[in-house]
T-cell receptor
Framework: GAGVSQSPSNKVTEKGKDVELRCDPISGHTALYWYRQSLGQGLEFLIY????????KSGLPSDRFSAERTGGSVSTLTIQRTQQEDSAVYLC???????????FGQGTRLTVV | QKEVEQNSGPLSVPEGAIASLNCTYS??????FFWYRQYSGKSPELIMSIYSNGDKEDGRFTAQLNKASQYVSLLIRDSQPSDSATYLC???????????FGRGTSLIVHP
């Protein structure tokens, strides 16, 4: 596709359930980022993948959060035992590699009820 | 801790005026700087990148970088109501290429 694709666009889940968010980066982009944006807040970095290197997980807020990237392309962010404070828009971005501009997907709005 | 600071605003300018948005960053080794525009309910959209000291112009937008002062700005000439959005400044360094974002400045262009 032409841009970063995320699915689902919206997700409503019950507290305590697990959720999976998907990101399909721009073809050829080796770097992939996950950010979280809560209402009225800035972008909070979560995790970064670059090629085949070990991911930078320094932004994950708790061990309930994990992410993987298969085949250097599609990434899945998993949140286990969701809590209400996990409610936010989860944004994925990709770039050609180290340094260049990152392009964002449309985001997944997660609501935990 | 790497920080990118922006005035939250709102910055209100009349249509046709120049809007000036400012950003400072704490990490002296930052090398890459970006401006994103985010409309309400939408994801950030890249509008400018700048890597060297000085000015970079693209249409009505000019990005300015001063590494000695750790300062980045974005000028929007001939502001239009459609420019009303939140503008996010981001910086990344050679050590970690992960962009760090400011909280954004809300811009309102009124007719």
């Amino acid at each position: 596709g032409a841009g970063v694709s995320q699915s689902p666009s919206n997700k409503v889940t019950e507290k305590g359930k697990d959720v999976e968010l998907r990101c399909d980066p721009i073809s050829g982009h080796t770097a992939l980022y996950w950010y979280r944006q809560s209402l009225g807040q800035g972008l909070e970095f979560l995790i970064y993948f670059q090629g085949n290197s070990a991911p930078d997980k320094s932004g994950l807020p708790s061990d309930r959060f994990s992410a993987e990237r298969t085949g250097g392309s599609v990434s899945t962010l998993t949140i286990q035992r969701t809590q209400q404070e996990d409610s936010a828009v989860y944004l994925c971005a990709s770039s050609l590699g180290l340094g260049p501009e990152a392009f964002f997907g449309q985001g997944t709005r997660l609501t935990v009820v | 801790q790497k920080e990118v600071e922006q005035n939250s605003g709102p910055l209100s300018v009349p249509e046709g005026a120049i809007a000036s948005l400012n950003c400072t960053y704490s990490d002296r080794v930052s090398q890459s700087f970006f401006w994103y525009r985010q409309y309400s309910g939408k994801s950030p959209e890249l509008i400018m990148s700048i890597y060297s000291n000085g000015d970079k112009e693209d249409g009505r937008f000019t990005a300015q970088l001063n590494k000695a002062s750790q300062y980045v700005s974005l000028l929007i000439r001939d502001s239009q109501p459609s420019d009303s959005a939140t503008y996010l400044c981001a910086a990344s360094s050679g050590g970690s290429y992960i962009p760090t974002f400011g909280r954004g400045t809300s811009l309102i262009v009124h007719p």
